[in-house]
C-alpha cells in the first residue's frame, strides 16, 4: 500500500487548503483512509477519516465547521479541504489508513502512513 499527499504550504490565517492523498496497494474497498496531523511540540492527533467500504465519514466535533472530507472514487484520491485556517492548524498533515472497516480501528492505530506535508498558517 502507498499513500502519497499532496497540497500543503504556506497560508494567511482566513485562508483555505486543499490536501489530497492517493492511495494505491489495496485489493479491494474495505478500508479506512484519512488526516491525522501532528503540530511542533504536540502529539499526534486525529483530524478526519473515510471509510471506503460504505462511504462513512469521521469529523472532529472542534473541526467540521471549517475542515471537510471528501473522496474521488476515479482518482482513489481522499481530500482534506481546509477553510478559515488558523495559526494553531500549522502541523505535519499525514495520510492514513487501515484495511477494514472500522472507524475506531482507524482512528486508533491505523496500518499505512504517507510521508506527511507541512501546512503553514501564518497570522
Known amino acids: 500500500v502507498r499513500l502519497v499527499e499532496y497540497g500543503g504550504g504556506s497560508v494567511q490565517a482566513g485562508g483555505s487548503l486543499r490536501l489530497s492523498c492517493t492511495a494505491s496497494g489495496f485489493d479491494d474497498d474495505a478500508y479506512v483512509i484519512g488526516w491525522f496531523r501532528q503540530a511542533p511540540g504536540k502529539e499526534r492527533e486525529v483530524v478526519s477519516g473515510y471509510s471506503v467500504y460504505d462511504n462513512v465519514r469521521y469529523e472532529r466535533d472542534d473541526m467540521k465547521d471549517r475542515f471537510d472530507i471528501s473522496r474521488d472514487k476515479f482518482r482513489n484520491a481522499v481530500y482534506l479541504h481546509m477553510n478559515n485556517l488558523k495559526p494553531d492548524d500549522t502541523a505535519v498533515y499525514l495520510c492514513?489508513?487501515?484495511?477494514?472497516?472500522?472507524?475506531?480501528?482507524?482512528?486508533?492505530?491505523?496500518?499505512?502512513w504517507g510521508e506527511g506535508t507541512l501546512v503553514t498558517v501564518a497570522s
Open positions: 492514513a489508513a487501515k484495511e477494514g472497516r472500522s472507524m475506531m480501528s482507524w482512528r486508533n492505530n491505523p496500518d499505512f
